[in-house]
């Protein structure tokens, strides 16, 4: 297929992910700050820019928590915010709409529109869960229709692909915020699983409400209390959110899942993207999880985003960058 | 069925749709009348009207779409109206309109009475488009790869070839196989007065239109499909067989016996970009832009995701000047680095060929009767609109006389664009014109206003005479064929003469009666698809 239509449908992937689990991570920390005791609430927002990376776009504006989740949920100059997210996934799709089903189109499209025509600013005063809550659902249809209508070929696969590693790298952030959190939260005085190299026990009260929530935002509570029972180890959840092979948001689930996709697009040649994430998803896979919390959770999870954006870096070579031998025309058609 | 009679072309004051009664944001209030009475009201005006002839009487090929069109009740109508619309807007059938801020994009209306040719005016059409396509072909090839025959003979002026906006240079030595440089072209025909059909036009560059023929058969095949099965109707819908057949044929000769063929498209922000990627989708071939190709050691190649991919053919819907930034415009973003010196290799063929534009100049148009007398030795068979050239002194003395009474047109815009209609403009519009001929007589050309003939349509709640045209597609490939009706378009304003969709032009799904005679056969009587051959 035509290089360019397979790298819209790849950040098509992409963006629907990033503006699904962005509601669901402001939708998360709003709503543990409110069952917060701690005043902290600023920073818990300040934390949930640095790990999503947008701290150099937010520039040097005050950093007031209203003015953050406007930042992230409808400021069109972020990149990451969620409508921003929307109107790129809209634009992908458009661009390829001769390939994929018109319900599909419908489908994003109709999100853009409903986004478009309400008064985010108010909702986010008011009512934010049902904003939150209809973003996710929105977003989740439209894959469940890009699921039923398209057909398992190339353009299937760069999309799935797309959504997959955005997915893993939102997993890996959504850890990292309420493990930051935790820590500022938490104070130096009850220092629960601040230091590397000690393994977390038995959390408190409020602890125990955030890795809910944290759970919650990746839709895995119920997953995790069948599987864990009435405990709530940090270890656990960490476990369940980063290694568990069989759930859809876990990080091993969405690299294994792209490992599938790439093997697939790569016809089983041995490439670039291939070894990396194969490494990746290895790394995962025979990991223990008191292992990671000696190394350092942040800096494992940090390494494990690295790795995925050189992923991504070595598809668009192996797919979307082709360039003639003959350099001249290579600069001439740049 | 009879039509009043007038002397009144501009009928009497029924509302038009602007000053309709709107109840609680529907658009239409209804049929109040039933199709027999809006018939009988119908006003035929002193034009020729494509259903009733002079007498007021339907004409033969109409009056079985007469009888069946008055069996539907006003809510009927309705009704199908409704599916129409839900139709068009459900697949997004859309066109842009340059310059205007409000809706982007807009459906382009069909109106639910077809326009009907019978067989053997359509084999008039036929012939006369397939001669007239031939020559221009001849004409092109002779001018950018031959003797330029015409020139030296003095069919045309040199000076006049020369300073035509289409003419290209860089379209020199560029070879096109079967001298298929027009492969798709546009004829765009108006009857005057006496149903002479003449041609307006031609469109030799990147005619758009066919999607809304092909679209408009489909539609209507399933809002008055009896309506449309009591009729033998030449079929259209092997439209895009044919033109890939054709781009096929084109290839260069290296290019082996399956060459690839792609469609050019300068993106989804193109007016006609629906038309594209349907055009794409019909032959099940790639819609690509400008940067998805590469022009390397003079060979055009796709970028896909397996790596290069060579192109022989690329049926492009970019202009010239956007095409190449290396040989013409050097800040197009569309277009692609090194296409024309690929094409020049005889690696590639692009279709339409480039510098077509010279033989739909406008003032070069007023010499097409004679270049098909030259190339061809035939007598043209359609006859063009009397057409006066502005720096012949005599014929501008005369023109300038009589402004009010004639029509204006720049010579290289289209889309009606530019155009002045003596008799419908102000004295300061006048003035205008008359100072921008004097300024340079090259740029313009001035024509007889053709009254155009009028066709039943469907307006508000009424039933109205409309002006159309029609505008007939042919395909060049190893020979030159013409696809059956063509896109007609309707001047929906009333007493408009202007029928192009960026200047609220409609359309009428039109069919072309096969066989001889009134062409109509019963459901039932004849197997729907059957040869019908009686006289």
Redesign the interface.
């Known amino acids: 297929?035509?290089?360019?239509l397979?790298e819209n449908l790849f950040w098509a992937g992409r963006y629907v992910e990033r503006a699904e689990d962005t509601a669901r991570m402001v939708d998360v920390t709003y709503h543990t700050l409110l069952e917060s005791p701690y005043g902290e609430v600023e920073q818990a927002w300040w934390q949930l820019l640095e790990v999503l990376h947008l701290t150099p776009v937010y520039g040097d504006q005050p950093a007031d928590a209203e003015r953050i989740v406007r930042f992230l949920v409808l400021d069109s100059a972020n990149p990451g915010s969620i409508t921003a997210s929307v109107t790129r996934a809209r634009e992908n799709i458009?661009?390829v709409?001769?390939l994929v089903s018109s319900e599909l189109w419908e489908a994003i499209n109709d999100l853009h529109l409903a986004l478009g025509a309400r008064d985010l600013g108010q909702e986010l005063e008011d009512q934010p869960y049902a904003l939150f809550s209809t973003v996710r659902r929105s977003c989740m249809t439209v894959y469940g229709v890009a699921s039923e209508t398209m057909p398992r070929d190339?353009g299937w696969r760069?999309m799935a692909l797309g959504r997959l590693l955005e997915r893993a790298e939102m997993t890996c952030r959504l850890i990292d915020v309420r493990y930051g959190q935790l820590e500022a939260l938490s104070g130096p005085s009850r220092r629960l699983i601040t230091v590397p190299g000690e393994l977390p026990r038995g959390p408190d009260r409020t602890d125990f409400h955030h890795w809910i929530a944290v759970l919650k935002s990746a839709s895995a509570f119920e997953a995790y209390r069948r599987r864990y029972r009435a405990s709530m180890d940090p270890a656990d959840v960490v476990e369940f959110l980063l290694l568990e092979p069989d759930l859809p948001r876990s990080v091993l689930f969405c690299l294994t899942g792209a490992m599938h996709q790439l093997e697939a697009?790569c016809e089983s040649r041995p490439t670039r993207a291939t070894r990396l994430l194969g490494r990746t998803v290895a790394s995962l896979r025979y990991r223990d999880v008191s292992e990671l919390f000696e190394l350092g959770l942040h800096g494992f999870l940090d390494d494990v985003q690295n790795r995925v954006a050189r992923v991504a870096e070595a598809v668009a070579d192996e797919?979307?960058r082709?360039?003639?031998?003959?350099t001249m025309?290579?600069i001439?058609?740049s | 069925m009879r039509a009043p009679l007038t002397n009144d072309g501009r009928g009497r004051e029924t509302p038009g749709l602007g000053r309709l009664p709107h109840a609680g944001g529907i658009r239409r209030t209804g049929y109040r009348l039933a199709v027999p009475d809006l018939l009988r009201v119908y006003d035929r005006g002193e034009h020729f009207d494509e259903v009733f002839d002079d007498r007021g009487e339907v004409r033969p090929h109409y009056r079985e779409l007469v009888a069946r069109i008055t069996r539907l009740s006003p809510d009927d109508l309705e009704r199908r109206e409704r599916i129409r619309d839900g139709i068009f807007r459900a697949q997004g059938i859309t066109f842009t309109v340059y310059g205007d801020d409000d809706g982007i994009e807009r459906t382009f209306p069909m109106d639910l009475l077809p326009r009907i040719i019978p067989a053997d005016e359509w084999d008039v059409i036929e012939r006369g488009v397939v001669q007239r396509v031939t020559a221009l072909n001849r004409f092109l090839e002779d001018l950018y790869v031959g003797e330029q025959a015409a020139v030296h003979d003095g069919v045309v002026p040199r000076w006049l070839i020369q300073t035509a906006e289409g003419y290209a240079r860089a379209a020199f030595g560029i070879p096109v196989t079967h001298a298929a440089r027009c492969l798709v072209s546009g004829i765009d025909l108006v009857r005057d007065r006496d149903g002479t059909y003449r041609v307006l036009e031609d469109n030799l560059r990147n005619p758009s239109g066919i999607s809304y023929v092909l679209e408009n058969r489909a539609a209507m095949t399933r809002v008055l499909p009896v309506v449309f099965a009591s009729q033998r109707v030449r079929p259209v819908d092997h439209y895009g067989p044919m033109l890939l057949r054709a781009l096929r044929e084109v290839a260069p000769p290296a290019a082996g016996d399956q060459p690839t063929a792609v469609v050019l498209t300068p993106g989804?922000y193109n007016a006609a970009y629906f038309e594209h990627?349907f055009l794409?989708?019909q032959m099940g071939i790639?819609?690509?832009?400008g940067?998805?190709l590469?022009?390397?050691?003079h060979v055009v190649?796709?970028?896909?995701?397996r790596?290069?991919e060579r192109v022989d053919v690329i049926y492009r819907r970019i202009d010239d000047d956007f095409l190449d930034p290396?040989v013409f415009r050097a800040d197009s973003a569309l277009g692609?680095?090194?296409l024309l010196s690929a094409a020049r290799a005889g690696n590639v063929t692009i279709a339409n060929a480039v510098g077509n534009g010279v033989a739909d100049d406008k003032a070069v148009y007023a010499f097409v009767p004679d270049l098909i007398r030259f190339y061809l030795g035939e007598d043209p068979i359609l006859p063009n609109v009397e057409t006066y050239l502005l720096w012949e002194p005599e014929q501008r003395a005369a023109v300038l006389e009589r402004l009010d009474q004639l029509v204006v047109k720049p010579v290289g815009a289209s889309g009606g664009y530019g155009l002045v209609i003596g008799p419908r403009a102000s004295d300061a519009e006048l003035a205008e014109v008359r100072a921008a001929i004097g300024a340079d007589p090259r740029a313009y050309i001035a024509q007889e206003v053709v009254a155009l003939s009028r066709h039943p349509t469907l307006i508000g709640d009424r039933i109205e005479g409309r002006h159309v045209d029609l505008r007939p597609f042919a395909i060049a490939g190893e020979s030159v064929e013409v696809v059956p009706g063509g896109l007609t378009r309707v001047a929906l304003r009333r007493g408009s003469l202007v029928v192009n969709s960026s200047q609220g032009g409609g359309s009428k799904d039109t069919w072309v009666l096969d066989g001889g005679g009134d062409g109509t056969a019963r459901v039932g009587a004849l197997p729907y698809g059957s040869r019908h051959t009686e006289a």
């Open positions: 297929m035509l290089a360019r397979a458009r661009s709409r001769e190339d760069f697009l797919f979307f082709h360039h003639p031998s003959g025309h290579a001439a058609a | 989804v990627a794409a989708r790639e819609l690509v832009e940067r998805d590469v022009v390397d050691e190649s796709m970028r896909t995701t790596g290069l290396v692609v680095p090194g």
